[in-house]
């Protein structure tokens, strides 16, 4: 039962709800009782729960599928700060993981005015794309379709690439920072297909172009990730008026 304090019910459900998870009273994955028997349990209205479950599914601890019921969300595996530059090898290893990689295709060819725009060569002929699945102890967790001005890696086998970053370095462009877009998208037939995710999961897009130490752009990608295996969070600071 809830125990009554000064906080709104509403708070205290929360609570209560996070502690069971974490005590893996409800474990990843489990659905939760229905709305009347929950409320009932706690002792609550319907109404109080709801707003509840509202907050913790913002919060990304549950999720709610339309007519099927409420379950707990699955811990994201690996999280980072979105202003942290981290290879998705990198990320992987830093959860203790094995990375992999499930080449798809790769293909050169000519380059179109919006990636000469990109790339800032109005001159740039041919483009390098690379389409390759990441896995995390075999689990594909991101998909990855990744552009190269094809003369920066002609002369180089491309086929043996684990970590783009360390391949471009090994050609002599380290990347030191990158531009990102980010866009939440919902169910993609292909791709999420592809990553084996349920259809009430999402994805994280990440259009990046990324440049090297002197300032020349040498990679543009899209990264899909896995919204319930990864995390990314921002350190924002506070700019005086």
């Known amino acids: 039962m809830i125990k009554a304090d000064q906080r709104p019910l509403y708070l205290q459900v929360i609570e209560r709800l996070k502690e069971d998870i974490e005590n893996n009273v409800y474990e990843e994955g489990e659905k939760l009782p229905s709305e009347f028997e929950f409320s009932k349990n706690l002792g609550i209205s319907r109404a109080t729960l709801r707003e509840a479950l509202r907050v913790l599914e913002e ?26 530059l981290h290879s998705v090898t990198d990320m992987i290893i830093k959860a203790n993981m094995n990375p992999g990689t499930i080449y798809v295709s790769s293909a050169v060819n000519e380059a179109t005015e919006e990636e000469r725009r990109h790339f800032k060569q109005d001159e740039l002929k041919e483009v390098l794309s690379l389409e390759r699945i990441r896995t995390a102890d075999g689990v594909p967790v991101v998909y990855c379709l990744e552009k190269v001005p094809y003369q920066l890696v002609r002369n180089h086998s491309i086929h043996e690439i684990k970590s783009i970053f360390k391949f471009l370095e090994s050609v ?21 297909e592809i990553l084996e995710c349920d259809p009430e999961s999402t994805l994280l897009l990440l259009k990046q172009m990324h440049y090297d130490e002197n300032e020349i752009p040498v990679l543009y990608s899209y990264n899909y990730f896995r919204a319930d295996k990864f995390k990314f969070h921002v350190v924002r600071s506070r700019v005086k008026a």
């Open 172 to 192: 002599g462009h380290t990347i030191t920072y990158a531009v990102t877009h980010i866009e939440p998208i919902g169910y993609d037939g292909e791709i999420s």
């Open 59 to 84: 919060e990304g601890i549950v999720i709610r599928r339309h007519g099927v019921g409420t379950f707990v969300h699955s811990k994201p595996l690996f999280s980072a700060g979105i202003e942290e």
